[in-house]
């Protein structure tokens, strides 16, 4: 109950088109749903989150889509360039009274490699 | 700017060698984590710092030991590191727990010979 699946694995998109990555959770606990990007030997950056009382969040190119009933959760970077390719990570976390007082901090996806091809 | 700092970048040790990693933030948060990230993985967290209280996860290993002396600083000593131990640890921070919006430092890589 504390996974958080994330699909693709990897994906190939060209410049300009649409990047796409979902995930999916079975914990309605989880309450807090962040995107980290991750270059090779960086640490992760956070690009963008949302909390499940809103569908949809958007920063630039980035949007999150967020289907509650569904239990799951999408990244959409529009007009893809080169420079966004990376690691991106999907996570999620729940409150700390839910888990007895303190946060275990994010579940991560396992990760999606995005290639955009110039 | 604040940021987290994680010192060395990279790390080599013996196996059974103890080696504690370092880990720093003027970010002044009150939360501060340790993640372990294998190869072509996602971070698994290994415990974390609500100011003094510690918090460690039920399938941290006993070899992994944690110290915060003061809000800005936390070490990750592993006291007898295995081969199995290589990977990158990431050490982040939140404001508190109830905002978990978490900031990484870059990373140390931990190679064990």
């Known amino acids: 109950q504390q996974q958080v699946k994330q699909s693709p694995q990897s994906l190939i998109v060209q410049k300009g088109g649409i990047s796409i990555i979902n995930c999916a959770y079975e914990n309605t606990a989880f309450d807090y749903f962040p995107w980290y990007q991750q270059f090779p030997g960086k640490g992760p950056a956070l690009l963008i989150a949302i909390r499940p009382d809103v569908s949809e969040k958007k920063e630039g190119r980035f949007t999150i889509s967020f289907n509650k009933s569904a239990k799951q959760f999408s990244l959409h970077i529009m007009d893809s360039q080169p420079g966004d390719s990376a690691t991106y990570f999907c996570a999620a976390s729940m409150p700390p009274y839910y888990s007895g007082g303190g946060a275990d901090g994010l579940t991560f996806g396992k990760g999606t490699h995005l290639i955009i091809q110039p | 700017d604040a940021m987290v700092i994680q010192n060395p970048r990279y790390q080599v040790t013996q196996f059974g060698k103890p080696v504690t990693l370092s880990c720093s933030q003027t970010?002044?948060?009150?939360?501060m984590y340790w993640y372990q990230q294998k190869s072509s993985q996602a971070p698994k967290l290994l415990f974390h710092?609500?100011?003094?209280?510690?918090?460690n996860e039920a399938d941290t290993p006993d070899n992994f030991q944690s110290r915060r002396p003061n809000t800005s600083f936390c070490f990750l000593d592993i006291r007898s590191p295995g081969l199995g131990d290589a990977a990158m640890y990431l050490c982040?921070?939140?404001?508190?727990?109830?905002?978990?919006?978490?900031?990484f430092g870059p990373g140390t890589r931990l190679t064990v010979l």
């Open positions: 982040a921070t939140s404001r508190d727990l109830e905002y978990n919006e978490q900031f």
């Open positions: 970010l002044n948060h009150n939360v």
């Open positions: 710092y609500y100011d003094k209280d510690f918090n």
